[in-house]
T-cell receptor
């Protein structure tokens, strides 16, 4: 089993739709969680950190469920510009520096 | 501007040649990383370094070497022992021990390596 697993893609949704991605992690001692966005042939860029209490940034909401060991990303009112690959990142130990990326979920928003 | 600079952006290598990818950061970050990404795939960790003059192997270190002589620099050498080196290489950095959100990973723009 992979340390970090994401929903298989691709997700194809119409503009204005709400879409959610999940990401499960295997090590219950993991300390930090993030969502990144990666456009085609570009570097990943931070979308948002994921806090224990859940957090929202505009149309994006991130949740952490430690009991079930997953994080989620909800995108409301999808825009064409949201089309990208979304990567979840799990850091086991903030002192150790090693992070694990999921393989990514591809989202395509269509007119 | 603060950030991570990778060079070259595009590199062509003949089989049997070693090549070195440069990575410099002026963010004063403790940790630096090298990842490899193949088309349609996720990121795989090659090497990482938490402090100057120290580094650890990641998941796919074979055929690669690194050095960390300065805090701001973490060059990656792709050796002839790496049998399938054509890929997108990403350098990244982060701070350590800064709490749950302080150790965000920042990436350079990447280097495309093609073996010809």
């Amino acid at each position: 089993r992979k340390e970090v697993e994401q929903d298989p893609g691709p997700f194809n949704v119409p503009e204005g739709a709400t879409v959610a991605f999940n990401c499960t992690y295997s090590n219950s001692a993991s300390q930090s969680f993030f969502w990144y966005r990666q456009d085609c042939r570009k570097e990943p860029k931070l979308l948002m950190s994921v806090y224990s209490s859940g957090n929202e940034d505009g149309r994006f909401t991130a949740q952490l469920n430690r009991a079930s060991q997953y994080i989620s990303l909800l995108i409301r009112d999808s825009k064409l510009s949201d089309s990208a690959t979304y990567l979840c990142v799990v850091i086991l130990n903030t002192n150790a520096g090693k992070s694990t990326f999921g393989d990514g979920t591809t989202l395509t928003v269509k007119p | 501007d603060g950030g991570i600079t990778q060079s070259p952006k595009y590199l062509f290598r003949k089989e049997g040649q070693n090549v070195t990818l440069s990575c410099e950061q002026n963010l004063n970050h403790d940790a630096m990383y090298w990842y490899r990404q193949d088309p349609g795939q996720g990121l795989r960790l090659i090497y990482y370094s938490q402090i100057v003059n120290d580094f650890q192997k990641g998941d796919i270190a074979e055929g690669y070497s690194v050095s960390r002589e300065k805090k701001e620099s973490f060059p990656l050498t792709v050796t002839s022992a790496q049998k399938n080196p054509t890929a997108f290489y990403l350098c990244a950095s982060s701070n350590l021990n800064r709490g749950s959100s302080g150790n965000t990973i920042y990436f350079g723009e990447g280097s495309w390596l093609t073996v010809v």
